[in-house]
């Protein structure tokens, strides 16, 4: 490992504990109010008990039993201490509270803040789910209150889940196996990694981090139940983003089997991912969207992104399935018995656990009502 590479990674693990701190070893053995016990409120500086609370909770999702990604935890933490200083920077407060005195009248406060530096409905919206969940910490659930009691309205701030415009490569007329074909010639990683997308809608994180050798398995060894068998093998997919969650895809096709036949050809050695040997993670995903961008693989050159393709192959699984074209490319409403099994499968695929989330690449009954009372509506 050279020096450089060996201080950005020093480096960012310095910055992942600043942003994530460590649950200190004089806590084990304590409950979350012992611990909290040993910094009393009136004694103990605000921010420092905030830094307590990121250690004890952070890692926690806010509804569920389960740990948010690292992304989550360090967005939260840093919206947090923003926000306890701009209590006292902007809101108008003499001194910062302890976060477990914090009231009403402080998110309101905030609120009114946000609103007149103009921030946008949906950011406002994740700042009150983060307090959201601070509040869960504290002992005080119902502290904040429903995005319209601050004066925001649901069409503003709530993302629109069906897709709106077809995103597929397809869409926009590219001969997608012979540019990847042109890809693999140029760079063996990126193309394999490419073909891994295009049979199995990987996103490009989970296409990167993908071992072909130790990642193919038999069916025994999946987990799955009997009755959801459709192949010997199959592919293990380690989840790739925070929504997303490890996920077994059958190599039922040959264009499967052949893509992971070419992925082991490439990596030889049995524990190798789908990029360079000498990059890191971080390293092999600039090199993946440098070699794309190279090949025009942008919304300015050809329309479409890397992520395009994965719309292309979840979109494929549904008409393959139903028979009949998806609603984001026209397709007529399905009876329920023919479309839900097959959004439930497309949304598996993708690696979500709910069904709607095939929404996201299939579209909607909404969406294909909106395109055709407003034929002339500007798309995405």
């Known amino acids: 490992m050279s020096k450089a590479t060996q ?84 809101a108008g407060f003499k001194t910062r509270p302890d976060p477990r005195n914090l009231g009403e009248r402080h998110i309101r406060a905030s609120v009114t803040v946000w609103h007149k530096e103009g921030l946008a409905p949906a950011t406002i ?9 601070l509040a869960n910490w504290i002992g005080k659930p119902g502290l904040v209150r429903a995005p319209h009691y601050y004066g925001l309205q649901p069409d503003a701030y709530q993302r629109h889940e069906a897709a709106q415009r077809d995103k ?12 990847i074909e042109e890809i693999c010639r140029f760079d063996p990683y990126v193309g394999a990694a ?9 996103r490009r994180k989970e296409a990167i981090m ?20 459709k192949a010997e093998r199959y592919a293990r997919i380690k989840a790739g983003s925070k929504g ?33 040997p000498s990059h890191s993670l971080e390293q092999a995903l600039r090199r993946f969207n440098y070699v794309l961008e190279k090949f025009g693989v942008t919304h300015k050159a050809l329309g479409v992104t890397a992520h395009g393709l994965r719309h292309e192959v979840l979109i494929e699984q549904f008409e393959a399935m139903t028979g009949h074209a998806a609603p984001v490319r026209g397709g ?7 479309d839900a099994p097959a959004r439930q499968d497309v949304a598996e695929l993708a690696g ?29």
């Open 210 to 229: 993908f071992r072909p050798h130790r990642c193919v398995v038999l069916f025994e060894a999946t987990g799955l139940p009997l009755h959801k068998r």
């Open 168 to 179: 597929s490569w397809s869409a926009q007329g590219i001969d997608i196996d012979g540019l």
């Open 125 to 133: 919206q994740t700042y009150l789910s983060f307090l959201r969940g």
């Open 352 to 380: 979500h656990a709910r069904k709607r989330a095939s929404n996201a690449y299939l579209g909607g009954v909404i969406a294909r009502q909106h395109k055709q009372n407003n034929p002339s509506a500007n798309e995405e």
């Open 244 to 276: 997303g969650r490890e996920r077994f895809v059958a190599l039922d096709t040959p264009e499967r089997l052949a893509a992971i036949d070419h992925a082991q050809a490439v990596v030889t050695t049995s524990d190798g991912h789908m990029g360079h």
């Open 7 to 90: 201080h950005r990674r020093t480096t960012s693990a310095v910055a992942s504990l600043v942003h994530q701190p460590r649950r200190r070893q004089d806590w084990n053995g304590l409950s979350a109010r012992e611990t909290l016990a040993r910094y009393p409120i009136g004694k103990t500086p605000p921010l420092k008990v905030l830094e307590v609370l990121i250690a004890l909770f952070n890692k926690q999702h806010t509804a569920k039993q389960k740990e948010v990604s690292f992304k989550t935890r360090q967005e939260r933490a840093d919206f947090f201490r923003r926000f306890f200083r701009d209590l006292k920077d902007k």
């Open 194 to 202: 490419m073909r891994l997308i295009r049979v199995m809608g990987l």
């Open 332 to 338: 007529e409403r399905l009876p329920p018995e023919i």
